[in-house]
């Protein structure tokens, strides 16, 4: 049967921060290495190996994407990055230490802007230190200035319809790795496990832990897990 394999990127620094780090192209650490790593060893040690992959624009991303599947000795598959892929923008809030803003904001603003479906963060504003519309990868791209969930949504699931999907369509062996952010792929989990837009919201996806869903021929979801309880 068809396979999607979602992984979130490994820890990165701003990950141990505790910054908001959104579109800016944040490292991954050591130990965010090592999960990536860890990652790649589980999917060989279970027979379970992508046959293509895709990613966002950011570092973070893509090196788990190659740390994973160097560990599984498939680092030569296809892959393609784009940043549908991305993480959700966090507009006026990126590089803020998450404690030091909520003392300022208050802890209720800080929640509505994290976790609310709809409520985008304050917008970066143009020319700003954390701007990226003048970065090269982004070339010919708007960039936003904030996003909540539902509008980076509205970014993902046009992109998993588009270029993921036929994929997953090309036969029962087909076996796709998505290595993503934990908003991008709270929007594809939403969309294959038909969570509602409150319940999304408090969804946590681990980072280097793949999930996987298994697919029947229609791309129904047969089966959901945690390749680490397999």
Same mark, same amino acid.
């Given at each position: 049967m068809p396979r999607l394999i979602l992984v979130r990127h490994g820890q990165s620094q701003w990950n141990l921060e505790n910054r908001f780090t959104g579109w800016w192209d944040v490292d991954l650490t050591e130990k965010g290495e090592a999960e990536a790593r860890a990652a790649g060893a589980l999917m060989k040690e279970k027979g379970i190996l992508p046959t293509v992959a895709f990613t966002s624009l950011q570092t973070r991303a893509i090196k788990t994407l190659h740390f994973a599947l160097e560990a599984a000795g498939i680092l030569w598959i296809p892959e393609t990055k784009d940043w549908r892929l991305n993480e959700r923008h966090y507009g006026g809030l990126t590089g803020l230490d998450k404690a $030091? %803003?909520?003392?300022?904001?208050?802890?209720?603003? &800080?929640?509505?802007?994290?976790?609310?479906?709809?409520?985008?963060?304050?917008? #970066?504003?143009?020319?700003s230190e954390f701007d990226l519309s003048s970065d090269p990868r982004y070339a010919g791209i708007d960039v936003p200035q904030t996003e909540s969930l539902k509008d980076t949504i509205?970014?993902? #699931?046009?992109? !998993? $319809?588009?270029?993921? *999907?036929? +994929?997953?369509? %090309?036969?029962?062996? @087909?076996? &796709?790795?998505?290595?993503? +952010?934990?908003?991008?792929?709270? @929007? #594809? &989990?939403?969309?294959?496990?038909n969570i509602s837009d409150e319940e999304i919201t408090g #969804?946590?996806?681990?980072?280097?832990?793949?999930? &996987?869903?298994?697919?029947?021929?229609?791309?129904? *979801?047969?089966?959901? !897990? !945690?390749?680490?309880?397999?």
């Open positions: $030091e %803003t909520a003392a300022k904001h208050g802890e209720d603003q &800080v929640k509505i802007w994290r976790r609310s479906f709809d409520t985008p963060p304050p917008v #970066l504003e143009r020319g509205a970014r993902v #699931l046009p992109y !998993y $319809e588009s270029s993921i *999907v036929p +994929h997953l369509r %090309t036969g029962a062996d @087909a076996t &796709v790795i998505v290595s993503a +952010h934990g908003n991008s792929l709270r @929007a #594809l &989990v939403k969309h294959l496990s #969804l946590e996806i681990p980072t280097g832990q793949p999930i &996987v869903y298994d697919l029947d021929t229609d791309l129904n *979801v047969v089966d959901r !897990y !945690y390749l680490s309880e397999r």
